[in-house]
């Protein structure tokens, strides 16, 4: 079987057992049963080992995924349209991510993550084969990365199957807008909600992505229209 075969086989194993185990995400599965979130990335997202998933995720702190896509573009263009490597990161004058958009405490923060991957602290290759845990334990002992910047390039990047991000407000949103709450969700009740889905929660939590941009983009597109007919 090769390996796109096997990715399909896995996928409607997946789709499977999450239509099964929660009605909400079964309606959403059937309204998308052919959603492959790693296709739709890589048409919106550029290529990235685990450590352009973390200067992604970094950039993206505190930001729209929007203006993260144009300082993330900057950066590519520092580089001739790719993401750097650590030591090519290092390489360059910190003011120019200054210019490109980027904080001084995300500056630093990439600096210290590219110092430790090029200084032998860490182990880019023996990072993405850790375990969720221990991943999780290395890259949040530096500075101005906690668990969502991880999470995310678990996700975007590793491709892990078993990864939630419950601190994400678009996640929190998602969830509140699929499940009819009345409220924003904490984090603990967004893990709660997520529990079975395990060991499926990326996909799960994909799927809730996917329908939470969606629905923005059309309330965006409604009040452009009502804009455009309101004397």
Do not use: C, N
């Amino acid at each position: 079987m090769s390996e796109e075969s096997s990715r399909a086989a896995a996928l409607r194993q997946a789709r499977s057992y999450l239509r099964a185990a929660d009605p909400v995400l079964a309606r959403l599965i059937d309204q998308r049963p052919e959603y492959d979130p790693q296709r739709e990335r890589l048409t919106r997202l550029p290529s990235m080992d685990l450590f352009g998933a973390l200067i992604f995720q970094i950039t993206g702190q505190q930001l729209s995924v929007l203006a993260t896509r144009r300082i993330i573009g900057r950066i590519q263009d520092l580089f001739g349209g790719r993401l750097p490597s650590p030591a090519e990161l290092l390489a360059v004058d910190p003011a120019a991510f200054r210019t490109a958009g980027l904080s001084w405490r995300k500056i630093g923060t990439l600096r210290e993550l590219a110092e430790r991957l090029t200084d032998g602290r860490l182990d880019q290759q023996a990072l993405s084969e850790a375990p969720d845990d221990e991943l999780l334990a290395a890259l949040t002992a530096i500075p101005g990365i906690g668990p969502w910047t991880v999470q995310g390039a678990m996700l975007v990047a590793l491709h892990r199957e078993d990864v939630v991000l419950p601190g994400d407000l678009a996640l929190r949103k998602a969830i509140r807008d699929a499940y009819q709450l009345d409220h924003l969700p904490r984090e603990q009740e967004v893990l709660a909600i997520a529990e079975p889905w395990r060991p499926y929660r990326s996909l799960a939590t994909s799927y809730l992505f996917s329908a939470g941009a969606a629905a923005s983009a059309t309330t965006a597109a409604d009040a452009a229209a009502a804009a455009d007919v309101i004397p």
